[in-house]
Nanobody, 123 residues
Framework: QLQLVESGGGLVQPGGSLRLSCAASGFTLDDYAIGWFRQAPGKEREGVSFISRSGRSTNYADSVKGRFTISRDNAKNTVYLQMKSLKPEDTAVYYC????????????????WGQGTQVTVSS
């Protein structure tokens, strides 16, 4: 059964750090690019970061550049999102998704999604 399972979310103070994990099963991770998205209450789901199949190409939303780092370990079938200098506006449910399209920032470019993990940045 194909699955993507996010973990690592939680409550953190502004300026803090979290590392999210996206564990894949039921398919070969290194055959696919992976994207991270987030959705805050009342807002549309937005692209946060993307990593190519090999890991040599990455993309970031302007709002997280310099603070977030995406990486992958294909041997462990896992993609990571290291988040530093977190801000209250980073509060959202974070999702990973399996990519197949060309526009990394578009939800239409992904075919399978995890259930999400909540990240709350608050003092």
């Amino acid at each position: 059964q194909l699955q993507l399972v996010e973990s690592g979310g939680g409550l953190v103070q502004p300026g803090g750090s979290l590392r999210l994990s996206c564990a894949a099963s039921g398919f070969t991770l290194d055959d696919y690019a992976i994207g991270w998205f987030r959705q805050a209450p009342g807002k549309e789901r937005e692209g946060v970061s993307f990593i190519s199949r090999s890991g040599r190409s990455t993309n970031y939303a302007d709002s997280v550049k310099g603070r977030f780092t995406i990486s992958r370990d294909n041997a462990k079938n896992t993609v990571y999102l290291q988040m530093k200098s977190l801000k209250p506006e980073d509060t959202a449910v974070y999702y990973c998704a399996r990519g197949y399209g060309s526009r990394w920032y578009s939800v239409q470019s992904y075919d399978y999604w995890g259930q999400g993990t909540q990240v709350t940045v608050s003092s």
